[in-house]
């Protein structure tokens, strides 16, 4: 079956550091991937997605992540972090073969960003 | 992107009791999902609610726990039946926008169960 890890369930880099969050998805086919993040009390907001086309892609508030097929991963990064990007993030796939849209989950990676 | 709305954004409620929860979006959309998110983890799909037909459920979770209906294309409730404390969660919603498109998600509705 389909899975996403997640590196790292806490992350803590300072104001102005790289941010690296790790996904790695387990299939031979590639998935279409997903960033999202969730803010304290919060529902998810949708970070990049990645279906076809080119492996780098850009999402909002400056962070982009690269689909690498032979390495089956998905990392998400962010050049300088900001105290704003405090959060929880999670990396999701949809097989392509599915016809229901279904989402599944990494376990998480908690943000701490310190001034 | 569309619009989501959650009601109720948060309960506390007695065990044994149910909750329905609703779901409106702003516009309309052939599929809606919804998730659990148990305290500390990650999201965990319930079950995909596609208007005019019955909703199709994940391992693990049942229609008579968690009863669904999609009356239309704008709109879902979940009930979470007979709660027991090991079903406080947050519980979220989700709509696809189109053919594999991302899931927008509501702000969740977060309930404890006493």
């Known amino acids: 079956a389909q899975s996403v890890t997640q590196l790292g369930s806490h992350v803590s880099v300072s104001e102005g550091a790289l941010v690296l969050l790790r996904c790695n998805y387990s299939?031979?086919?590639?998935?279409?991937l997903f960033w999202y993040v969730q803010y304290p009390n919060q529902g998810l907001q949708l970070l990049l997605k990645?279906?076809?086309?080119?492996?780098l892609v850009k999402g909002i508030n400056g962070f982009e992540a690269e689909f690498k097929k032979s390495e089956t991963s998905f990392h998400l990064t962010k050049p300088s972090a900001h105290m704003s990007d405090a959060a929880e993030y999670f990396c999701?796939?949809?097989?392509?073969?599915?016809?229901?849209?279904?989402?599944?989950f990494g376990q998480g990676t908690t943000l701490q960003v310190k001034p | 992107s569309a619009v989501i709305s959650q009601k109720p954004s948060r309960d506390i409620c007695q065990r044994g009791t149910s909750l329905t929860i609703q779901c409106q979006v702003d516009?309309?959309?052939?599929?809606m999902f919804w998730y659990r998110q148990q305290p500390g983890q990650s999201l965990t799909l319930i079950a995909t609610?596609?208007?005019?037909?019955?909703?199709?459920?994940e391992s693990g979770f049942v229609i008579d726990k968690f009863p669904i209906s999609r009356p239309n294309l704008t709109f879902s409730t979940l009930t979470v039946s007979n709660m027991s404390p090991e079903d406080s969660s947050i519980y979220l919603c989700?709509?696809?926008?189109?053919?594999?498109?991302?899931?927008?998600f509501g702000d969740g509705t977060r309930l404890s169960i006493l």
């Open positions: 989700s709509v696809e926008l189109g053919t594999n498109q991302p899931q927008h």
């Open positions: 299939s031979s086919v590639p998935p279409y």
């Open positions: 990645y279906t076809t086309g080119a492996t």
């Open positions: 999701a796939v949809t097989p392509v073969s599915s016809n229901t849209g279904k989402l599944i």
């Open positions: 516009s309309q959309v052939t599929m």
């Open positions: 609610a596609n208007q005019g037909s019955e909703a199709t459920y």
